[in-house]
């Protein structure tokens, strides 16, 4: 644990000079909001510097969490709250908060490290898995072209059925890594293609994470690949920074005119939208920053359930979090009464809070933690959901033992539950039907790989013989 929370290729000089530099710059600055920044700089340099090695895994989930349940309360409380609409606001004072956010995040990133070995399932065999792709040449192709046909027929089926459907879309993505991570000329068309897609998706259904989390896992493999240097890391990265905040600006007014509009979803409306919130000088005023802080802050919501539990509603005991488990894990079929994806009734009675029909907010895991066992158990909760993460990463390693390609598909497992800002069921959900996904493609892989070993030799054409 201790080698990969504190990797040799960071450059750790950094960190302190940067740590000294916001100590000395703000000496009032409260010691919790300041270990809550420290923390979020340690996890974001962390990933920082495995782009290029590995496909990160372990260091987003970390660098998420940070940043929406210590990184935004910070702002909050440092100001951002000043102009923010008060049931947006952080609810209770910041070392309440803090005494046990910061505990549960760093619970939740040792339950990540402590059996993560040299960050396994991680690490990607880039020799091994340019041999396959040279052994399965179409594999890619079929894994693009299935992936867009999977996209089509998602759009055709109920929900429930619907999942599946867009796990398997998601193919595409494996289909491209293993085009990049090829040794010959990269082909760049299905790269185009995919890249396209997901803009033009996202555009469509006004939901941008898709585009900003594949994004980062296109852009770690392309990485792995070309080994890019620090200066170029840091300019993509800035790049990469200035689109979300630009995202994160737009989005609401996008979706406003999408939504509710007559604007018809494309590249023209948000340009139209980016205009509008130029003409009022909102970008840069403590008003635009406090709403885009609100997008990356899980945290208020975490305080309102603070509030609320156990003044108005008792600690559950694990009572809530079997409904969470019987969600993720159960069919409708067997589960009837289960919970719905963004359940507001759900929501309201334990965060207290009062949302409009057809808005929808999670409680969050921590929050999820908090409501079941109080902040010790809360805490012990968040470890072994870090341990839950890192367990199925380590499924991933052993099985890319005897089929590298497998590694590829931590991305398809993880590309949901990197949001802390989403309901905890359709996180667990998402995980074990994803993972039960990767593991019928391990079979599948297992099956034709026996099929090859028992393919009798050849038999020699004796009449060539002179």
Same mark, same amino acid.
């Given at each position: 644990m201790f080698k990969t929370l504190f990797n040799t290729n960071v450059n750790w000089s950094l960190y302190v000079t940067i740590a000294l530099f916001i100590r000395l710059l703000f000496p009032q600055m409260d010691w919790y909001i300041y270990f809550a920044i420290m923390i979020f700089i340690h996890q974001f340099l962390l990933l920082f510097y495995a782009i290029g090695s590995i496909i990160p895994v372990r260091y987003l989930l970390g660098t998420f969490m940070c940043l929406q349940i210590l990184l935004g309360p910070s702002f909050a409380y440092l100001g951002a709250d000043e102009v923010q609409r008060q049931q947006y606001r952080m609810q209770i004072p910041l070392d309440e908060y803090f005494s046990y956010a910061i505990p549960a995040v760093l619970a939740f990133i040792a339950g990540l490290h402590i059996t993560a070995g040299k960050l396994k399932g991680e690490f990607i065999n880039q020799k091994a898995i340019s041999e396959f792709a040279d052994q399965n040449p179409h594999l890619p192709y079929y894994m693009v072209g299935f992936g867009f046909l999977f996209s089509v027929l998602m759009q055709m089926v109920p929900a429930e059925v619907g999942f599946v459907l867009v796990l398997l879309a998601n193919l595409k993505y494996i289909g491209v890594f293993l085009i990049v991570l090829r040794e010959k000329q990269l082909n760049v068309l299905p790269l185009v293609l995919v890249i396209a897609s997901v803009v033009l998706s996202s555009l469509a259904g006004a939901m941008f994470h898709d585009l900003l =989390?594949?994004?980062?896992?296109?852009?770690?493999?392309?990485?792995?690949?070309?080994?890019?240097?620090?200066?170029?890391?840091?300019?993509?990265?800035?790049?990469?920074?200035?689109?979300?905040?630009?995202?994160?600006?737009?989005?609401?007014?996008?979706?406003?005119?999408?939504?509710?509009?007559?604007? !018809?979803?494309?590249? !023209?409306?948000?340009?139209?939208?980016? !205009?509008?919130? =130029?003409?009022?000088?909102?970008?840069?005023?403590?008003?635009s920053f406090s709403e885009s802080n609100l997008r990356i802050n899980q945290g208020f919501i975490i305080s309102h359930i603070m509030r609320n539990?156990?003044?108005?509603?008792?600690?559950?005991?694990? !009572?809530?979090? &079997?409904?969470?488990?019987?969600?993720?894990?159960?069919?409708?079929?067997?589960?009837?009464?289960?919970?719905?994806?963004?359940?507001?009734?759900?929501?309201?009675?334990?965060?207290?809070?009062?949302?409009?029909?057809?808005?929808?907010?999670?409680?969050?895991?921590?929050?999820?933690?908090?409501?079941?066992?109080?902040?010790?158990?809360?805490?012990?909760? &968040?470890f072994c959901y870090g341990l839950l993460f890192s367990m199925v990463l380590g499924y991933l390693y052993k099985a890319s033992i005897a089929y590298p390609i497998i590694t590829l598909f931590s991305s398809l497992i993880f590309y949901y539950p990197i949001r802390p800002d989403c309901e905890l069921q359709t996180i667990l959900g998402h995980l074990f039907k994803a993972t039960f996904l990767v593991y019928v493609i391990f079979l599948f892989f297992k099956r034709e790989s026996a099929k090859q070993k028992r393919k009798p030799a050849a038999t020699p054409n004796l009449n060539a013989v002179p």
């Amino acid at each position: 644990m201790f080698k990969t929370l504190f990797n040799t290729n960071v450059n750790w000089s950094l960190y302190v000079t940067i740590a000294l530099f916001i100590r000395l710059l703000f000496p009032q600055m409260d010691w919790y909001i300041y270990f809550a920044i420290m923390i979020f700089i340690h996890q974001f340099l962390l990933l920082f510097y495995a782009i290029g090695s590995i496909i990160p895994v372990r260091y987003l989930l970390g660098t998420f969490m940070c940043l929406q349940i210590l990184l935004g309360p910070s702002f909050a409380y440092l100001g951002a709250d000043e102009v923010q609409r008060q049931q947006y606001r952080m609810q209770i004072p910041l070392d309440e908060y803090f005494s046990y956010a910061i505990p549960a995040v760093l619970a939740f990133i040792a339950g990540l490290h402590i059996t993560a070995g040299k960050l396994k399932g991680e690490f990607i065999n880039q020799k091994a898995i340019s041999e396959f792709a040279d052994q399965n040449p179409h594999l890619p192709y079929y894994m693009v072209g299935f992936g867009f046909l999977f996209s089509v027929l998602m759009q055709m089926v109920p929900a429930e059925v619907g999942f599946v459907l867009v796990l398997l879309a998601n193919l595409k993505y494996i289909g491209v890594f293993l085009i990049v991570l090829r040794e010959k000329q990269l082909n760049v068309l299905p790269l185009v293609l995919v890249i396209a897609s997901v803009v033009l998706s996202s555009l469509a259904g006004a939901m941008f994470h898709d585009l900003l =989390t594949w994004a980062l896992f296109i852009g770690s493999v392309m990485a792995i690949r070309y080994k890019p240097s620090v200066s170029f890391k840091t300019m993509v990265t800035v790049g990469f920074m200035l689109l979300a905040f630009l995202i994160q600006r737009l989005k609401g007014g996008y979706r406003q005119e999408v939504w509710y509009g007559n604007s !018809e979803a494309g590249l !023209e409306t948000l340009e139209k939208v980016y !205009e509008a919130k =130029t003409e009022k000088g909102g970008f840069f005023s403590l008003q635009s920053f406090s709403e885009s802080n609100l997008r990356i802050n899980q945290g208020f919501i975490i305080s309102h359930i603070m509030r609320n539990v156990p003044a108005k509603i008792p600690f559950q005991n694990g !009572e809530q979090l &079997m409904k969470i488990i019987e969600s993720a894990i159960l069919p409708r079929v067997l589960a009837p009464n289960k919970l719905n994806a963004g359940d507001r009734d759900f929501f309201m009675q334990y965060s207290g809070m009062r949302i409009r029909r057809g808005t929808s907010m999670a409680l969050g895991s921590p929050g999820d933690a908090y409501i079941n066992f109080g902040r010790s158990g809360g805490v012990v909760f &968040m470890f072994c959901y870090g341990l839950l993460f890192s367990m199925v990463l380590g499924y991933l390693y052993k099985a890319s033992i005897a089929y590298p390609i497998i590694t590829l598909f931590s991305s398809l497992i993880f590309y949901y539950p990197i949001r802390p800002d989403c309901e905890l069921q359709t996180i667990l959900g998402h995980l074990f039907k994803a993972t039960f996904l990767v593991y019928v493609i391990f079979l599948f892989f297992k099956r034709e790989s026996a099929k090859q070993k028992r393919k009798p030799a050849a038999t020699p054409n004796l009449n060539a013989v002179p």
